[in-house]
């Protein structure tokens, strides 16, 4: 069964520094998403992505934050300058119209 | 505001009972909703998806109905196992190719 693939599954950065999150959606796949989970809170949205430009973002994806899909197989999440607040799990999701989403496995990011 | 609310926060049954979780929305006009499993640690897995058309789904020992008109869902499990043991969450949908809105989810654990 086809997956979404998340790289790496766990990250330890400094605080200020830059990390930069890989996913491979599934390929026929057109909706791509970013989600993240803080310990012990709600999964949240950060931002979705259609037809390569950003579809909806929610006030949590300021300008520290960025999304790319380099090549016709990656998708990255970008955060500029990494805060302790920004410790969870990351998750990459897509979507193909009729179908419902597929999630990937998480990236968990601590900032120290 | 579109919220999710699921309830129980947390349910422990005996190994063979039949139970039900139960997943409510503030807005009810949906285009879908999504049932998944989430293992500590871990990712998301799709268990059932339910469009707004549709009354129910099924899957195995589980069960999704939905009633939109009273902004419900619940998951049904039939004849629990051990294996079961896990967060259920219930989101939300609410156009095609939009965010997925997320309820806190209902940690079950199923005792041998």
């Known amino acids: 069964e086809p997956e979404v693939t998340q790289t790496p599954s766990h990250q330890v950065t400094q605080m200020g520094q830059e990390v930069i999150l890989r996913c491979v959606p599934i390929?026929?796949?057109?909706?791509f998403y970013w989600y993240r989970q803080i310990l012990g809170q709600k999964v949240e949205f950060l931002v979705s992505?259609?037809?390569?430009?950003?579809?909806?973002k929610s006030e949590i994806f300021d300008d520290q934050f960025s999304v790319e899909r380099p090549d016709g197989s990656n998708f990255t999440l970008k955060i500029r300058s990494t805060k302790l607040e920004d410790s969870a799990m990351y998750f990459c999701?897509?979507?193909?119209?009729?179908?419902?989403?597929?999630f990937g496995s998480g990236t968990r990011l601590t900032v120290v | 505001k579109q919220e999710v609310t699921q309830i129980p926060a947390a349910l422990s049954v005996p190994e063979g009972e039949n139970l039900v979780l139960n997943c409510s929305f503030t807005?009810?006009?949906?285009?879908?909703l999504q049932w998944f499993r989430q293992d500590p640690g871990k990712g998301l897995t799709s268990l059932l998806l339910?469009?707004?058309?549709?009354r129910e789904q099924t899957s195995g020992r589980l069960n999704a109905s939905l009633d939109k008109s009273s902004g419900r869902s619940t998951l049904y499990i039939a004849a629990s196992q051990p294996g079961d043991s896990a967060t259920y969450l219930c989101?939300?949908?609410?156009?095609?190719?939009?965010?997925?809105?997320f309820g806190q989810g209902t940690e079950l654990s199923v005792k041998p």
């Open positions: 989101a939300v949908i609410y156009n095609q190719g939009g965010k997925l809105i």
């Open positions: 390929s026929n796949h057109l909706y």
């Open positions: 807005d009810s006009a949906i285009y879908n």
């Open positions: 992505f259609y037809n390569n430009e950003i579809s909806e």
């Open positions: 999701a897509s979507m193909k119209q009729g179908y419902g989403y597929t």
């Open positions: 339910i469009q707004s058309s549709q």
